[in-house]
């Protein structure tokens, strides 16, 4: 069983299980559509066996000569492993390369078509944190004052300008609570009363929004000089000397002016539905509450029905001439390693 999951309290697993369906890629054009036989039914009616429909009937870019280039470029790849690339050609059938390519590379590393000038273009990937939220507290900030809240906030303010993260307040997941609270108001003509309502009013208009609108705003201090007021502050306790020591390692990732968010990935097979973007999955919260909860089992049920992306630390175009094997970027490798660590620090010190 697949799940998803938050880098949260103890990285727990969400309760609410879901198998998530391989799907295909986003932005990219469906590269192999087959319909698949219709068996005959009960009552003997609708017999009829359709031909395999292939994108190279209708696509010009999915010609032979695209084929082949492609199948030299799998078999070269396989090579590269040690593997032996035996496949019948079927200059029409492009997802068999993909297929058979697949079956013999390492299990974290996969292939996919991508197009490049008007060409169909082979590259294996590796999907990294598979099913995991990204979700980082700020609720700290809150529970701090002086000299450290204001590193606090502006570390924040850091991380979620340099690596372009979607605020929070303005995902669609706020917008869906927003109008379910101002519906209930003009409804009732009342204020909520329950508990969901008023915590989500309290990140509409009340203290969880200012902090998080807050953190929104544009950075005072670049890395640098956040280094520098980090390094000359004096932790007041053993939790505030851990919590600098995370962002130390995180000012560093950020110094290298990567975006996590440039190294993402779809799953493969065709869906008609988009996969949860990657910055849904990736993003700074308010706390391990009733918003965060209805969050989870949100992408829970959306990866259900559609997939979700996912960082790859490779990311490497593979042709006849490619020659060696494929490294990946340690940034990101470092980044995931990095926010896991950071989050358990905020959540319990």
Not at 71 to 89: H, I, M, Q, R
Not at 102 to 124: C, G, H, W
Not at 236 to 255: D, H, V
Not at 287 to 300: A, G, K, Q, R, T
């Amino acid at each position: 069983m697949r799940t998803t999951t938050i880098i949260a309290p103890k990285n727990r697993t969400h309760s609410k299980q879901r198998r998530v369906a391989q799907r295909h890629p986003v932005g990219d054009t469906q590269l192999q559509k087959e319909i698949t036989e219709v068996g005959k039914p009960v009552n003997g009616f609708l017999t009829t066996v359709f031909k395999p429909f292939y994108e190279a009937d209708v696509n010009p870019m999915f010609q032979p000569d695209s084929y082949h280039y492609l199948y030299d470029s799998a078999k070269n790849c396989a090579g590269l492993f040690g593997e032996n690339f035996v496949l019948d050609p079927e200059p029409r059938n492009f997802e068999a390369i993909c297929d058979k390519l697949n079956s013999l590379l390492p299990n974290d590393l996969e292939v996919r078509l991508f197009e490049k000038n008007n060409k169909i273009r082979l590259k294996i990937i590796d999907n990294l944190a598979d099913n995991l939220l990204y979700y980082i507290p700020c609720k700290i900030i809150d529970e701090t004052q002086g000299v450290f809240r204001n590193i606090l906030i502006e570390f924040f303010r850091l991380l979620q300008d340099k690596q372009r993260m979607t605020p929070l307040l303005e995902s669609q997941h706020f917008e869906m609570w927003k109008e379910e609270v101002e519906s209930y108001c003009e409804n009732t003509g009342e204020e909520p009363e329950d508990i969901w309502m008023e915590l989500v009013k309290r990140y509409i208009e009340g203290d969880i929004s200012q902090t998080l609108n807050l953190v929104d705003q544009k950075p005072e201090f670049d890395v640098y000089s956040l280094r520098a007021l980090i390094d000359h502050y004096k932790p007041a306790s053993a939790k505030e000397k851990k919590i600098l020591s995370g962002m130390r390692k995180g000012l560093k990732l950020l110094r290298t002016g990567k975006v996590l968010l440039h190294y993402t990935n779809a799953p493969r097979h065709h869906s008609d539905e988009y996969p949860v973007d990657a910055d849904e999955t990736f993003m700074i919260i308010y706390d391990d509450d009733l918003i965060l909860e209805n969050l989870i089992e949100y992408m829970n049920n959306y990866a259900y029905e559609s997939g979700y992306e996912f960082f790859s630390s490779v990311n490497r175009t593979v042709t006849p001439r490619t020659k060696g094997l494929f490294k990946p970027d340690k940034f990101v490798i470092e980044f995931l390693e990095w926010i896991n660590d950071f989050s358990y620090v905020l959540y319990n010190g």
